[in-house]
T-cell receptor
Framework: AQSVSQHNHHVILSEAASLELGCNYS??????LFWYVQYPGQHLQLLLK??????LVKGIKGFEAEFIKSKFSFNLRKPSVQWSDTAEYFC????????????FGKGTRLHILP | EAQVTQNPRYLITVTGKKLTVTCSQN?????MSWYRQDPGLGLRQIYY???????DKGDVPEGYKVSRKEKRNFPLILESPSPNQTSLYFC???????????FGSGTRLTVV
């Protein structure tokens, strides 16, 4: 069965630190990949997505993610985090097959210290 | 403004009392879905709809019903709510099934 793993459940960083959140998926075929952010008390918002082409994807708020097909990974990065980046981050994968289902990871809580 | 609208935002009810959470989108999206979010479990899909009159079960459909009579609306029905359905519920829509979602603001349901 397809699955999505986010290895870091809770990350604490200081402002201006660099961020990398891991996401790995298990599916051997073609995929669409997503990162969503959920600020405290709010709904999920799409940060960025990858369908095809350049494996380095730039999203909103200075985030980017790199798709590494050989590693089945789609890690989220930001060079310098801000206190306002405190949120929960979800990786999601769509296996582009007959099933075509989107599966979410369990999320990573990011806490930025001012 | 393009959006997914859910109502109510908060709901406290008693076991067994039927309830409906409404969801409406104004983007002419084909695909709509319901998720529940629980601590430590992330988002789990309850039901989804590929188009009008086409619905199917997600990962956790037990105890829920949906309907898609119009493209814009996708209500979630709990015929006989139980305490284990206490959760945060999100409706989402997308142009196609594999595309990025637009989420509603969520409905926090408590069943006592």
């Amino acid at each position: 069965a397809q699955s999505v793993s986010q290895h870091n459940h809770h990350v604490i960083l200081s402002e201006a630190a660099s961020l990398e959140l891991g996401c790995n998926y298990s599916y051997g075929g073609t995929v669409n990949l997503f990162w969503y952010v959920q600020y405290p008390g709010q709904h999920l918002q799409l940060l960025l997505k990858y369908f095809s082409g350049d494996p380095l994807v730039k999203g909103i708020k200075g985030f980017e993610a790199e798709f590494i097909k050989s590693k089945f990974s789609f890690n989220l990065r930001k060079p310098s985090v801000q206190w306002s980046d405190t949120a929960e981050y979800f990786c999601a994968v769509n296996a582009r097959s007959r099933d075509d289902k989107i599966i979410f990871g369990k999320g990573t809580r990011l806490h930025i210290l001012p | 403004e393009a959006q997914v609208t859910q109502n109510p935002r908060y709901l406290i009810t008693v076991t067994g009392k039927k309830l409906t959470v409404t969801c409406s989108q104004n983007m002419n999206h084909e695909y709509m879905s319901w998720y529940r979010q629980d601590p430590g479990l992330g988002l789990r899909q309850i039901y989804y709809s590929m188009n009008v009159e086409v619905t199917d079960k997600g990962d956790v459909p037990e105890g829920y019903k949906v309907s898609r009579k119009e493209k814009r609306n996708f209500p979630l029905i709990l015929e006989s709510p139980s305490p284990n359905q206490t959760s945060l519920y999100f409706c989402a829509s997308s142009p196609t099934r594999g595309d990025g979602y637009t989420f509603g603001s969520g409905t926090r349901l408590t069943v006592v």
